[in-house]
């Protein structure tokens, strides 16, 4: 039996501890979609209108230079939250997020969450709750990949 | 943690050899591991190898340099001479990483507690049932080396099931790469993540931490060792346990240097520890995690 789009959305971790009407809500903006390996989930430069909650498969955020090509700086995986750009304007994309392998993951529409937080504060509230925890812990992560992490420290 | 096999200080041997005197051993073959990590294996001139258990260390002489402690890199089941893997940071491991086979080295040892997973330690935390996660940083998989080996050999004969989560600066800096992919084949779950790519690299980027999230042990019933540097592995330690981990059944392996690794000059002292003879490696819970995460004074 196939799993329904609210259970889908209760199982990933943004869910946790969110009720009954802002999971509805939620679902309210969500499908769900696929990806084949190699697939871009978020092309940069594009307009910021779709972010991805990882359920399987592994997902490469890139940025590109024009002398080194495509830069790998972090990967990430099921639990993830993909995207962030839909929250601030001017709602465009700063990286790719490419699949590593076969991923399956809930698009949630930005501009239709975006909409429904501001008529429900109390939802718009605990969602940017949920996305500021997820930020935190990925900024503290990439304080820490800027210390050489693996190589010397200065012992007493 | 158990001791037997450590240096008695009071005894000297038949020559009055005393535990400052280096056995001599020589370098029976050097591997460049990576760009600056050289695996040394020593045999002795004369007597038997040193008997060594997982996560101890060894002085090691560079004559005319200087003396510096080197874990253990092989493993008891090892059946070829003792091997050290020695990152090149300064004056005294550089002298060593430069060694040529044929060469003399100095061995004082073996010194030191050990990651509790030799067959006959009955009262080990960590061989006490479910599975065990061992996370290295760096150059910390070299102490962490052998207890892998005993780790997956016991697997094999029905012991818990090994994760082994690995992080790196770069592709180039993940060392013991065959046997990383040896422990895989024997049944272990082996991840890597690395802090920069490379365009050749298709594994994972970012913090070794990541890497717990699908690994796929089961946490209440999970032990852990964890060697790397100290921010690695207050990081490492804190993410386990809020995991569901259990404390007491996590060691970490605490560096400080040394000088006599004897427990005399205080050296190595770190908060009640002196660290060549109650360390290196140590409980996670009580007074380790609050040292881990706080300033020394
Ligand atoms: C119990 C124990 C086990 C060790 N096992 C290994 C091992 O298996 N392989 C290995 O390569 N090294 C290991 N080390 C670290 C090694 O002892 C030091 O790198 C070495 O003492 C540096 O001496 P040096 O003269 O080459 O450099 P120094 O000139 O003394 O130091 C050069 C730089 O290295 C830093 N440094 C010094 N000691 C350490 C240390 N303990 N850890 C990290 N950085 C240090 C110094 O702060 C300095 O920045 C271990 C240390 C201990 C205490
Ligand atoms: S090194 Fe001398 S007391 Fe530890």
Known sequence: ?156 | MSSDLRLDVTESDGDGRGALTPILHRVVSRHQETADVTILALEPLSGPRLEVRPGQFNMLTAFGVGEVAISVSSAPRDPGPIQHSVRDVGQVTHALCRSRVGDLIGVRGPFGTDWRVSLDDVNSPILSGGDVVVMAGGIGLAPLRGAVHELVARAREGGGRVFVLIGAREPAQIVFNEDLAAWERDGARVLVSVDRGSPQWRGRVGLVTTLLADAGFDASSAAALICGPEIMMRFSARALVDMGVDPHRILVSLERNMQCGLGWCGHCQLGPFILCRDGPVVPYAGVVSHLLSERER
Request: charged fraction near 20%; aromatic fraction near 8%; include cysteine.
């Open chain 1, 1 to 156: 039996m196939s799993e329904s789009m609210a259970d889908l959305v209760r199982s990933h971790p943004v869910a946790a501890g969110l009720g009954d009407d802002a999971v509805a809500l939620l679902v309210g903006c969500a499908k769900n979609v696929a990806f084949n390996a190699d697939e871009l989930l978020i092309s940069e430069g594009a307009s910021a209108d779709t972010f991805y909650l990882l359920r399987r498969g592994h997902v490469a955020i890139e940025v590109h230079s024009p002398e080194r090509g495509a830069l790998v700086i972090e990967t990430v995986g099921p639990g993830a939250v993909v995207g962030w750009s839909w929250l601030v304007p001017p709602y465009r994309w700063t990286f790719d997020a490419r699949a590593l392998e076969p991923v399956g993951a809930i698009a949630i529409d930005g501009a239709c969450l975006r909409t429904k937080a501001l008529s429900d504060p109390a939802f718009g509230f605990a969602m940017l709750s949920k996305v500021s925890v997820e930020l935190l812990e990925r900024l503290q992560a990439t304080r820490l990949r800027l210390l050489d992490l693996y190589g010397r420290t200065d012992v007493q």
